[in-house]
């Protein structure tokens, strides 16, 4: 396959892969070409970013421990064993999964671990930090996905959980429920 700017990619849907050190500037990274335009670069995740990914992790766990009478220390205690906890089991469970570390003008902002499964492409994850929340930049990523899912042939899933305020996005987005499955929903979009 070729990429936008006609490049071989060598992958069956499209997606080019960026090794650590391609020249991001050529091409958006991954085709991807409204989140480039929104400023966002990807790289793969290294042993070096595991505290940031946990501070992106706890980010978007903190509030719900504001119900438990526990000192900051120990919720952050708490979170770092609940992310160490995540982080092996996703890695152990979710070969061939893209490990992204989220980057917006050169900085770190969040998360993407996307999985490209013979009927499907699955978001594992996709989390920004809360400055970075709210500005369009997930949803310019999240339209992205969908274009490369619908030029795969693919769906595109995720599970989110039923609070989660990014649940209103997924469904103008043309994501729908498909299951119910604890705290989450499997939401779904297929193209049209």
């Given at each position: 396959?070729?990429?936008?700017?006609?490049?071989?990619?060598?992958?069956?849907?499209?997606?080019?892969?960026?090794?650590?050190?391609?020249?991001?500037?050529?091409?958006?990274?991954?085709?991807?070409?409204?989140?480039?335009?929104?400023?966002?670069?990807?790289?793969?995740?290294?042993?070096?970013?595991?505290?940031?990914?946990?501070?992106?992790?706890?980010?978007?766990?903190?509030?719900?421990?504001?119900?438990?009478?526990?000192?900051?220390?120990?919720?952050?205690?708490?979170?770092?064993?609940?992310?160490?906890?995540?982080?092996?089991?996703?890695?152990?469970?979710?070969?061939?999964?893209?490990?992204?570390l989220v980057l917006h003008s050169g900085a770190p902002v969040g998360r993407l671990y996307l999985s490209r499964w013979a009927?499907?492409?699955?978001?594992?994850?996709?989390?920004?930090?809360?400055?970075?929340r709210g500005q369009g930049l997930g949803a310019a990523l999240l339209q992205d996905l969908l274009d490369e899912a619908g030029?795969?042939?693919?769906?595109?899933?995720?599970?989110?959980?039923?609070?989660?305020?990014?649940?209103?996005?997924?469904?103008?987005?043309?994501?729908?429920?498909?299951?119910?499955?604890?705290?989450?929903?499997?939401?779904?979009?297929?193209?049209?």
């Amino acid at each position: 396959m070729e990429d936008v700017d006609g490049r071989d990619t060598g992958h069956e849907d499209g997606a080019s892969r960026l090794s650590p050190g391609h020249d991001e500037g050529k091409i958006a990274p991954f085709g991807w070409s409204r989140a480039a335009a929104a400023g966002l670069t990807f790289r793969p995740i290294t042993d070096a970013d595991l505290p940031f990914l946990a501070r992106v992790y706890a980010s978007t766990r903190w509030e719900e421990l504001s119900v438990v009478a526990w000192s900051d220390d120990q919720k952050r205690t708490f979170l770092q064993q609940q992310f160490d906890a995540q982080h092996a089991h996703w890695q152990k469970h979710y070969h061939d999964t893209d490990w992204l570390l989220v980057l917006h003008s050169g900085a770190p902002v969040g998360r993407l671990y996307l999985s490209r499964w013979a009927r499907e492409h699955r978001i594992v994850d996709i989390a920004l930090l809360p400055e970075h929340r709210g500005q369009g930049l997930g949803a310019a990523l999240l339209q992205d996905l969908l274009d490369e899912a619908g030029r795969a042939g693919k769906s595109l899933s995720i599970h989110v959980e039923k609070m989660n305020p990014a649940m209103s996005l997924y469904r103008r987005l043309g994501f729908v429920k498909e299951a119910e499955e604890g705290v989450y929903d499997l939401m779904r979009w297929r193209q049209d």
